[in-house]
């Protein structure tokens, strides 16, 4: 089992730039792919980015390539979110998950959870 964490939200201006964390408890953290995802008022959660278990592959929405990084500190079992050049559509409640079983980008796949940390971006 993995129990999972996020800090680092906030307020910000467009244009700023925000440092997710998600720290993770559980012997299975390091062999888990780790994700974030995001939801905002009246939509539906949708995938942000992912990270596999070895930190080598990656993939993101296209909506925030080159603007957002996800990395992972498996000795802190530890996964960021590194987000640049924030626009107000990014303001969402984000939310960290791990996934044992592979490198999906449904949240369906994904068994474990954060709470979620609130990310405002003002325009």
């Known amino acids: 089992q993995v129990q999972l964490v996020e800090s680092g939200g906030g307020l910000v201006q467009a244009g700023g730039s925000l440092s997710l964390s998600c720290a993770g408890s559980?012997?299975?953290?390091?062999?888990?792919?780790m994700g974030w995802f995001r939801q905002a008022p009246g939509k539906e959660r949708e995938f942000v980015a992912v990270?596999?278990?070895?930190?080598?592959?990656?993939d993101y929405v296209d909506s925030v390539k080159g603007r957002f990084t996800i990395s992972r500190d498996d000795a802190k079992s530890t996964v960021y979110l590194q987000m640049n050049s924030l626009k107000p559509e990014n303001t969402a409640v984000y939310y960290c998950?791990?996934?044992?079983?592979?490198?999906?980008?449904?949240?369906?796949?994904?068994?474990?959870w954060g709470q979620g940390t609130q990310v405002t971006v003002s325009s």
């Open positions: 990270i596999g278990r070895n930190g080598i592959r990656t």
């Open positions: 559980g012997r299975t953290f390091s062999t888990s792919a």
């Open positions: 998950a791990a996934n044992y079983w592979s490198m999906s980008t449904r949240a369906y796949d994904f068994d474990y």
